[in-house]
């Protein structure tokens, strides 16, 4: 901390230092370009973390470890639909509990720059925004759209006021908060929803509070997302010319502290990507030049985590890229938390800087190899509708997800064929409405699939009359760009030959409310099969206790697509054939040590012959890993 005071007096921002100094404060200090903490200069080291993607278990350890890389800060988004899954019903308990990792920051001598969006991007479900916002028809969403302005002024009426204590002159830890996210490269350019959010945040937090933009880095993104009175800070990664970013910065922000909201330390993988990785050379070397510059940085991500369940968002530039479930981002701390050579280069260029915590870094938390577990054969879906369905809603034509109030995971679509079909005959999604993917069979036999932007056509044999039934699954929703209003399920009219389908029958399925309950495991089955079907299947196993609940990465060795929950929780996707990410994080927590651990896997393509799976003492994120 000294160190940092000192290093400012013999640099660019040679601020003043202090009066008023038992105060609590934090201000922008234009005369001398730099930020100021109660009264003194402060360049701030922060690094993003996001509790959604971590257990609660263990946010203090990757806090700790943040604090022992030499972290003044972190930065956080608030992801709305994390909160208020369901319009008006508010969670901010367990996994959910913000304030309870806002006192653990705190504890940890950690400063908070908050990010409460209401869009947060994030690569997470629809950028952070509720999906029943797309209940109200021709929603504009991140506009000054009457309808979705509403919405936001609810839910910051919620929000923020838990938020107010913890400001850093009321005592807390949280210093600076971010309007929107990335605005400027919405295609919107709204100055007037900007300046809602502004009279919003400042309705709540006082006038006082830094409020600041982030913003890509061109001019047209700089114009569309800056407003008076929030402070414009840019973002950029290694392969950006720094010089040129931060004058970028100076331009729309002549005076005031440089900030890099968004170093990239790493970067996100698609399904079907190669695994990302920036060096970490070129890492250390840029945040040293920045930090010499008298830069304020924030490194994102410090530690990724996990999308868990169905939380991982998706891109929509040429076509559809859903984000895989690994949230590793080839950050600092491994998905799993664990301290890797990035972080050991990041806190060599910080100890240049300042004077670091004393003491050595956490160790990576243990991990176990469980071995295999072998799976038997529960059912398929349109066997186990009375499980996960009270009963389907029925229309002429196909309603959406949205439509249904089932937001997230699966529907079943069930349909009968117009007339017999004895040669193979086309059908087809002519408006490519199937979002994302239809698993279809006719009378119990598998006969293929549709995906979106991808597979828009398959052949169906069968007779009049016989069952069709649809199995549509949401991949996650559009997180950025022109395509966030992405409805879900079969958003437009299926021809089957000259036929258009009509007469539908659709099941929303709680399948995690199911399994969070007990099932499969509290069946007592009449046979056990070991077969494997074709087409979404449900299988089951059991790990047995082992005495120790260390963390493990689920590998499922040529199985096709599904989901997998670990005692009643959703680990989220895999789908090892698209790749990069060959295996599931598992966190050690959720095992128990003298209980078998129940596993539940729903293959919606194809098992393996071998009904196994197998836990590693290590993770596989590349295709290259794979054997
Ligand atoms: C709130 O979220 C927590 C953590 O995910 C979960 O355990 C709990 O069941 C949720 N509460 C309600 C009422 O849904
Ligand atoms: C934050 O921690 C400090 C001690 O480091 C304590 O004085 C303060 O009350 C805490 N703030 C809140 C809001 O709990
Ligand atoms: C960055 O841009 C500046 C100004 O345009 C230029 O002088 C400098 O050589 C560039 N640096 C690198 C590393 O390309
Ligand atoms: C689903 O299971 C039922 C009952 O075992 C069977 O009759 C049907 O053919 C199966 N359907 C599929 C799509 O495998
Ligand atoms: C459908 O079947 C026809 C006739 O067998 C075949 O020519 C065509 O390639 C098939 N189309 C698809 C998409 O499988
Ligand atoms: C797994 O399921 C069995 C049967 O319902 C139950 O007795 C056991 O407690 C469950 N295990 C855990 C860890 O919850």
């Not at 994080?585 to 040590?593: A, D, E, I, K, R």
């Amino acid at each position: 901390m000294y160190a940092s005071v000192l290093f400012f007096v013999t640099v660019s921002c040679a601020c003043s230092t202090a009066h008023g100094l038992s105060e609590r404060s934090f201000t922008i200090d234009y005369k001398n370009n730099c930020f100021l903490k109660d009264g003194h200069p402060f360049q701030y080291i922060s690094g993003s973390i996001h509790y959604s993607r971590i257990p609660r278990f263990y946010w203090k350890d990757r806090l700790l470890k943040m604090y022992m890389a030499g972290l003044d800060a972190i930065q956080i988004y608030v992801p709305w639909n994390f909160h208020e899954t369901v319009e008006g019903i508010h969670n901010f308990t367990g996994d959910r509990d913000l304030e309870h990792f806002l006192d653990l920051a705190n504890q940890t001598d950690l400063l908070v720059i908050l990010r409460p969006g209401p869009y947060i991007c994030a690569e997470w479900e629809m950028g952070g925004l509720p999906a029943w916002l797309l209940q109200r028809n021709n929603i504009r969403l991140r506009s000054a759209d009457p309808v979705y302005l509403q919405a936001v002024t609810n839910w910051f009426a919620v929000l923020l006021p838990k938020m107010t204590p913890w400001l850093y002159a009321n005592g807390g830890n949280i210093i600076s908060v971010q309007v929107e996210n990335e605005y400027g490269s919405d295609y919107a350019c709204d100055h007037n929803y900007m300046r809602h959010l502004r009279t919003v945040l400042q309705v709540y937090l006082g006038k006082g509070t830094v409020l600041f933009t982030t913003d890509g880095n061109t001019d047209k993104e700089m114009t569309c997302g800056t407003l008076e009175g929030l402070y414009a800070t840019v973002d950029f990664g290694t392969g950006d010319n720094i010089t040129e970013a931060f004058n970028r910065q100076r331009r729309f922000e002549p005076r005031g502290p440089l900030v890099n909201s968004e170093y990239y330390t790493g970067w996100l993988d698609h399904w079907g990507d190669e695994h990302a990785m920036v060096d970490t050379q070129k890492v250390s070397r840029g945040l040293a030049e920045m930090l010499n510059m008298g830069a304020n940085i924030n490194m994102y991500m410090f530690e990724g985590g996990t999308n868990f369940g169905y939380w991982n968002g998706a891109d929509h530039d040429t076509k559809f890229r859903p984000v895989v479930t690994s949230y590793d981002y080839d950050a600092p701390l491994s998905e799993a938390g664990d301290p890797t050579e990035k972080l050991l280069a990041i806190r060599d260029v910080i100890k240049t800087f300042k004077a670091i915590p004393f003491g050595p870094m956490p160790p990576a938390t243990p991990k176990f190899a469980y071995g295999f577990v072998m799976l038997t054969k529960v059912g398929n879906i349109s066997s186990l509708l009375d499980t996960f369905s009270v009963g389907p809603v029925q229309s002429k034509y196909p309603l959406t997800f949205e439509e249904l109030k089932q937001f997230y995971g699966f529907v079943l679509y069930q349909t009968t064929l117009p007339r017999d079909l004895t040669k193979p005959t086309l059908l087809i999604s002519p408006l490519n409405g199937i979002r994302d993917r239809a698993y279809v069979s006719v009378n119990g036999v598998f006969q293929g699939l549709l995906e979106r932007d991808t597979i828009l056509v398959m052949n169906i044999t069968g007779r009049q009359g016989d069952i069709m039934d649809i199995l549509v699954e949401n991949m996650g929703r559009v997180n950025f760009g022109s395509h966030i209003n992405d409805y879900k399920g079969v958003i437009g009219n299926l021809i089957l030959g000259q036929d258009v389908l009509t007469d539908w029958k659709m099941y929303p399925l709680d399948i995690d409310g199911a399994i969070a309950a007990g099932w499969p495991h509290t069946l007592r089955l009449h046979e056990e099969t070991n077969r494997p079907s074709i087409g979404p299947t449900f299988y089951m196993g059991t790990l047995q206790p082992s005495g120790v609940a260390w963390d493990t990465f689920l590998k499922l060795n040529e199985w096709k697509k599904g989901q997998v929950w670990i005692n009643g929780v959703n680990l989220g996707r895999y789908w090892p054939a698209r790749g990069p990410q060959q295996t599931l994080y598992v966190p050690g927590p959720l095992l128990s040590t003298t209980l078998p651990n129940n596993i539940t896997v729903l293959e919606l393509e194809e098992a393996p012959v071998h009904l196994r799976l197998l836990f590693m003492d290590r993770p596989l994120l590349k295709v290259a890993d794979k054997s």
